[in-house]
């Protein structure tokens, strides 16, 4: 039988677990949005949490009674049994507005997955910080959470899912996280709502306009994933975390190995038939990928954003890879300045964590033009250059096609020392395009000659020829030429090489 304290006890957990009114949360599950209760449900593992801060409240005397557990829940439970350390604002609680005291279950947990080295994942729907306990000089005590990303950068996975309007420092939390997935409809991403830009600048706006979903995920690529409901985005963290140790301190989890497509005959007569050797002519990379990796199956980060270059995770016999490849189906796989940047996130990702970099190349060079100039492309590919030379990681280069100029160096050429540099018989290596090096160096020629077209096509026969794959290997600038129908053999072999050699490097990750 249970004592006064007893039963004491038993009421303020109660009630500190009933979040919102009843109304607020048929309001929320009326626009598509779990509770934060019902979110961690599908996050974890069943019976799993444990919570931590459960008793908290605002110590604002107006607030005291209508904040239970002071709008956040806090503490840790596991993902395929592997533990994990996780907040869930609670909208129901004050629309999910930040209070202190949450402040300080946050840290907490922060803290402990540091301390523990566990990821940390931060399932946000807060509207900023809780006005009534931030005003004044108050404000000067905020930001610990800035630098607590910065030291976890590296060393833990950091996932900072936005679910709702999560303007001002819950999107820096996200801008500080390596997987940010974003609900489409209902998540924000920005510095500041609606109302605050109103009295700031006197514009009036709405949130979809300042950072939306779809902006966030497709435009500006602050979202790594755009999900369809939030079921879809507690999928999507748990895929993600499979791939990924559970600090920089261990090897990346391997799975039960799977057969690919590429491991049948019919596989690899299809590897064979899809790249065209005509350059000029586009096919679907992520055709290729699927015939490569085990199962077939992928996850893709930034999909969306910046199409003409393709960042995947995926696994071969069993172990997690990092995939980049050209999108010959978008600016036939040109990189623009947003390509560059999601290049040097995805490589800097798979370093910190020690996931092998397979570079599928068929790339024309960067884009070139005053537009792309005014977005600082010559910083942003420096940026690329440092993160592919600096990577500790595996490196596996297969050329299909096009490796051309700069692009070549900075997606895993022979200036970058990959383990395995290898090109197909339609690869050509040049320092500019066919057309633009014909121009440039014989146009005067070509000009001047009874037959112009006759002229020039000669010309790009001996340019050909010079800058093929067979040449290429003849003056040992690669390891070898291999059949299409080899490819994943060659990858599995360098990989199996790899892990036999390597000794991981285990370092921090300072993510400029």
């Known amino acids: 039988m249970e004592d006064d304290t007893e039963q004491d006890l038993r009421r303020r957990r109660a009630a500190a677990a009933e979040m919102g009114s009843a109304a607020r949360i048929e309001k929320a599950h009326a626009a598509g949005k779990l509770t934060a209760r019902e979110r961690l449900d599908l996050l974890l593992d069943p019976d799993s949490f444990v919570e931590i801060g459960q008793l908290a409240h605002s110590q604002h005397d107006n607030l005291r009674d209508r904040t239970p557990a002071d709008g956040m829940l806090a503490g840790s439970g596991t993902i395929d049994g592997r533990t994990v350390y996780v907040t869930a604002d609670d909208g129901t609680v004050l629309a999910g507005t930040r209070g202190r005291v949450a402040e300080v279950k946050n840290k907490r947990v922060r803290d402990l997955a540091l301390r523990h080295e566990k990821p940390f994942i931060a399932l946000m729907e807060a509207g900023a910080a809780r006005v009534q306990e931030t005003y004044g000089a108050t404000a000067a005590g905020l930001g610990y959470r800035f630098a607590d990303h910065f030291r976890m950068s590296g060393r833990v996975p950091q996932v900072g899912a936005a679910l709702g309007p999560c303007f001002g420092g819950p999107s820096f939390t996200a801008a500080q996280s390596d997987f940010v997935p974003i609900v489409q409809g209902t998540g924000f991403i920005g510095m500041s709502g609606a109302p605050v830009v109103k009295v700031g600048i006197g514009l009036d706006v709405d ?16 979202a790594g994933y755009l999900a369809e409901t939030e079921s879809d985005c507690m999928a999507a963290i748990r895929t993600f975390l499979s791939y990924l140790p559970s600090n920089c301190n261990e090897a990346p989890p391997r799975a039960t190995p799977q ?4 491991d049948s005959a019919e596989g690899r007569e299809a590897i064979t038939r899809l790249v065209p050797e005509n350059h000029r002519r586009a096919y679907d990379m992520r055709k290729l990928i699927a015939l490569l990796v085990d199962g077939g199956e992928t996850f893709e980060l930034k999909h969306d954003h910046a199409r003409s270059l393709i960042t995947t995770f995926a696994r071969m016999d069993g172990h997690p890879v990092g995939i980049l490849a050209n999108q010959p189906l978008r600016q036939a796989g040109t990189i623009d300045e947003k390509g560059a940047a999601k290049a040097r996130q995805f490589i800097d990702l798979c370093d910190a964590f020690h996931i092998p970099i397979i ?3 068929d790339c024309p060079g960067f884009l070139v033009g005053p537009e792309i100039e005014k977005q600082r492309m010559v910083s942003l590919t420096g940026r690329l250059l440092n993160s ?5 990681v595996p490196l596996v280069t297969v050329v299909l096609r096009k490796a051309i100029g700069l692009a070549y160096i900075a997606l895993g050429g022979r200036a970058v020392e990959p383990d395995l540099l290898v090109a197909w018989p339609t690869a050509r290596f040049d320092v500019m395009g066919p057309e633009a090096g014909i121009e440039l160096v014989h146009g005067r020629d070509i000009a001047a000659s009874d037959d112009p077209d006759a002229a020039r096509d000669e010309i790009r026969k001996r340019i050909e020829a010079e800058s093929s794959a067979y040449a290429t290997a003849g003056m040992g600038l690669i390891d070898d030429v291999i059949a299409p129908a080899e490819t994943r053999a060659r990858i599995l072999e360098a990989l199996e090489r790899c892990r036999a050699s390597q000794h991981f490097a285990f370092k921090h990750r300072i993510d400029p």
């Open 207 to 222: 949130n979809e306009e300042i950072g939306g979903s779809k902006m966030a995920a497709v435009e500006t690529g602050q």
């Open 259 to 262: 057969p690919a497509p590429a």
């Open 359 to 361: 570079s599928l190349m």
């Open 388 to 392: 592919i030379i600096g990577a500790s």
